[in-house]
């Protein structure tokens, strides 16, 4: 699958995510300001409980929103044989794991010719390892207590 076809199914999962996010974040904040939520005493909490549960879903969609622009901004384009990995690179590890270098929305997941791609950044921990990095080179993955050792077999 091109690159740009990948971008565009990252770009619109997150789109819903952000329509999701939008949509709950108006419920809510409407449930908060709600005459029935008003309080009838000093320890009734509920309109207060709604309004952080709003603020939380607003914050939530306000990073999704940025996580959309960011995605729009981003040109993907080809990385060439022996480029260091950066922002925009598909990444295939020797397990057959695939990760795409995204500005936001670590944890991300798409699927891709049957296969599933993983948005990481580069301030995440893999993002770390990763940017910089060639095909060719190894990588130590930490997962609890477990550490593996991959290979980068491709840089697209």
């Known amino acids: 699958m091109p690159k740009t076809e ?9 789109r819903a995510e952000l329509e999701a996010m939008t949509k709950a974040a108006l419920a809510t904040h ?8 008003k309080a009838e005493d000093k320890y009734d909490t509920r309109g207060l409980e709604a309004s952080y549960l709003a ?16 995605f729009t901004a981003l040109k993907p384009r080809d990385f060439g044989p022996g480029e260091a990995i950066a922002l925009g690179a598909l990444v295939r590890l020797d397990d057959n794991s695939r990760y795409f270098i995204g500005p936001r ?8 010719d049957g296969a599933m791609v993983m948005v990481t950044t580069p301030s995440s921990p893999l993002g770390r390892q990763l940017v ?5 080179d190894r990588i130590t993955l930490t997962l609890g207590a477990r550490r593996s ?3 980068i077999t491709s840089v697209a």
């Open 149 to 151: 050792e991959r290979t």
């Open 105 to 112: 929305a670590g944890g991300t997941e798409v699927e891709t």
């Open 55 to 70: 603020h939380g879903q607003s914050r939530a969609a306000e990073e999704a929103a940025e996580a959309v622009a960011q």
């Open 132 to 136: 910089g990095r060639r095909q060719g």
């Open 30 to 37: 409407e449930e908060a300001t709600h005459e029935e939520n």
């Open 6 to 14: 990948l971008h565009a199914r990252i770009l619109a999962h997150l």
